[in-house]
C-alpha cells in the first residue's frame, strides 16, 4: 500500500520542541522532493520546508533558523525538528512528495498546538 504517515505532533508550550516525522512505505522516498506544510486553524496551507534527493533543503517564513528537515531517522523517512515553537506554529502539519509539477501526493497530517 503506497501511503505517507506522519506522526510526532503534540501539545506543547511556547519555547519547547517537536520532531515530526513522515514515514512512507509502497515507495522509496529517498528517490522524491518531500515537502513540509502547515495548515493553520482557519487559514490556508502553507509550506514550511523542503529536501531533495541530493539533499538541498529549503525553508520558508518563520521556519528559517527553527526548523531543520532531515532524511534517515529510520527507514524511509524524513523528519522535522521544530525548535522554539510558537503559537503561530499551531496547525497541522502535513508531508508531501513533489510530483512532475507540484506536492502530488500527501499525508492524512498531525496537530500541533503551541499553547500556555
Known amino acids: 500500500q503506497v501511503q505517507l504517515v506522519e506522526s510526532g505532533g503534540g501539545l506543547v508550550q511556547p519555547g519547547e520542541s517537536l520532531r515530526l516525522s513522515c514515514v512512507a512505505s509502497?515507495?522509496?522516498?529517498?528517490?522524491?522532493?518531500v515537502g513540509w506544510f502547515q495548515q493553520a486553524p482557519g487559514k490556508e496551507r502553507e509550506g514550511i520546508s523542503s529536501?531533495?534527493?541530493?539533499?538541498?533543503?529549503y525553508y520558508f517564513g518563520s521556519a528559517k533558523g527553527r526548523f531543520t528537515i532531515t532524511r534517515g531517522d529510520g527507514p524511509n523517512t524524513v523528519s522535522l525538528q521544530m525548535n522554539d515553537l510558537k503559537p503561530d506554529d499551531t496547525g497541522i502539519y502535513y508531508c508531501?512528495?513533489?510530483?512532475?509539477?507540484?506536492?502530488?501526493?500527501w499525508g492524512r497530517g498531525t496537530q500541533v498546538t503551541v499553547s500556555s
Open positions: 508531501a512528495v513533489w510530483g512532475k509539477h507540484e506536492f502530488t501526493f
Open positions: 509502497g515507495f522509496l522516498l529517498d528517490e522524491y522532493t
Open positions: 529536501l531533495t534527493p541530493d539533499g538541498d533543503t
